[in-house]
């Protein structure tokens, strides 16, 4: 059985691995005053991180249209597919999934959606998981994902709470956290909740928990270090880890600005990772 792969764009998959696993990527939208864009098309990460402070309208986005889907999932058993693994952002934060659903209705029982409960890398790993196994068959690449997904662990230090508060998008757990917008919010995503598990003052401060987050679960087998237009910050946050553990984290270590439909909701500045334990 041939198992095409399918997901959205908030997986932050670099472009080299999409290729190489023939992985199909369905872009989200990104509104800017009015003005649609599909994700990584039109507007850079780079040129998004810093437009983002000065715009004053807040962005928005949006999920892909029921004929995105139905348009790649066509295609994929046009070349040969026998049955699509659809994977995607947590369901409980966003409508992606529920329309990837809606759409595979229209395919009988030749396409399979799967809720990641995550985003970023942590969709992103277990897409790659299942791409993987995909060769030994359709049960073979959901028990991947199944595996990945138990061992996953995604965390964030973000720059400020400006960004959640402003999307309408703060988490019960974070609103705690009340007005207090000189401070760094430390979150973890875990089974498509985002909770808050500390706040400190400062970048190093902020630095400093996320290492000891990291470290304090035994070796790693895959690590995403995700940052929104931070790369100094990210560079200086692995260069720690190697210092510490450079024997218990994997030789190939990912390292990516997270995509502007992420992004908008959390702001610039921000330092996470994605890690799958061994």
Same mark, same amino acid.
């Given at each position: 059985m041939?198992?095409?792969?399918?997901?959205?764009?908030?997986?932050?998959?670099?472009?080299?691995?999409?290729?190489?696993?023939?992985?199909?990527?369905v872009?989200?939208?990104?509104? *800017?005053?009015?003005k649609?864009?599909?994700?990584?098309?039109?507007?850079?990460?780079?040129?998004?991180?810093?437009?983002?402070?000065?715009l004053?309208?807040?962005?928005?986005?949006?999920?892909?249209? *029921?004929?995105?889907?139905?348009?790649?999932?066509?295609?994929?058993?046009?070349?040969?597919?026998?049955?699509?693994?659809?994977?995607?952002?947590?369901g409980?934060?966003?409508?992606?999934?529920?329309?990837?659903?809606q759409?595979?209705?229209?395919?009988?029982?030749?396409?399979?959606?799967v809720?990641?409960?995550?985003?970023?890398?942590?969709?992103?790993?277990?897409?790659l998981?299942?791409?993987?196994?995909?060769? &030994?068959?359709?049960q073979?690449?959901?028990d991947a994902?199944?595996?990945?997904?138990?061992?996953?662990h995604?965390?964030?230090?973000?720059?400020?709470?400006?960004?959640?508060?402003?999307?309408?998008?703060?988490?019960?757990? *974070?609103a705690?956290?009340?007005?207090?917008?000189? *401070?760094?919010?430390l979150?973890?995503?875990?089974?498509?909740?985002?909770?808050?598990?500390?706040?400190?003052? =400062?970048?190093?401060? +902020?630095?400093?928990r996320?290492?000891?987050?990291?470290?304090?679960?035994?070796?790693?087998?895959?690590?995403?270090?995700?940052? =929104?237009?931070?790369?100094?910050? +990210?560079?200086?946050?692995?260069?720690?880890?190697?210092?510490?553990a450079?024997?218990?984290?994997?030789?190939?270590?990912? &390292?990516?600005?997270?995509?502007?439909?992420?992004g908008?909701?959390?702001?610039?500045n921000?330092?996470?990772?994605?890690?799958?334990?061994?």
């Amino acid at each position: 059985m041939k198992v095409g792969i399918l997901t959205d764009s908030t997986c932050d998959i670099p472009n080299y691995l999409v290729e190489q696993y023939e992985l199909e990527v369905v872009p989200s939208v990104l509104i *800017i005053d009015g003005k649609e864009y599909a994700d990584g098309i039109g507007i850079s990460r780079e040129e998004f991180y810093e437009r983002l402070p000065s715009l004053k309208t807040q962005p928005t986005t949006a999920a892909p249209s *029921i004929g995105d889907f139905s348009t790649r999932y066509e295609s994929l058993l046009r070349r040969g597919c026998d049955h699509i693994l659809s994977i995607h952002a947590a369901g409980a934060l966003t409508s992606i999934l529920n329309i990837a659903r809606q759409a595979a209705s229209d395919f009988q029982d030749r396409v399979t959606c799967v809720d990641s409960t995550s985003l970023s890398l942590g969709l992103g790993f277990q897409v790659l998981a299942a791409a993987e196994a995909a060769e &030994m068959g359709l049960q073979a690449a959901l028990d991947a994902i199944k595996s990945t997904h138990m061992r996953l662990h995604v965390s964030a230090a973000l720059d400020t709470l400006e960004y959640l508060k402003r999307s309408g998008r703060v988490p019960a757990t *974070i609103a705690m956290l009340g007005s207090l917008l000189s *401070i760094k919010p430390l979150i973890e995503l875990t089974n498509g909740e985002v909770k808050a598990i500390g706040a400190v003052r =400062t970048t190093s401060q +902020a630095n400093e928990r996320m290492l000891k987050f990291l470290l304090e679960g035994g070796e790693l087998e895959k690590l995403a270090i995700l940052h =929104t237009s931070a790369e100094p910050r +990210a560079k200086e946050f692995l260069n720690e880890l190697m210092q510490r553990a450079s024997q218990s984290v994997p030789r190939d270590i990912l &390292m990516v600005n997270v995509t502007t439909v992420i992004g908008t909701h959390v702001g610039p500045n921000g330092l996470g990772f994605a890690a799958v334990r061994k």
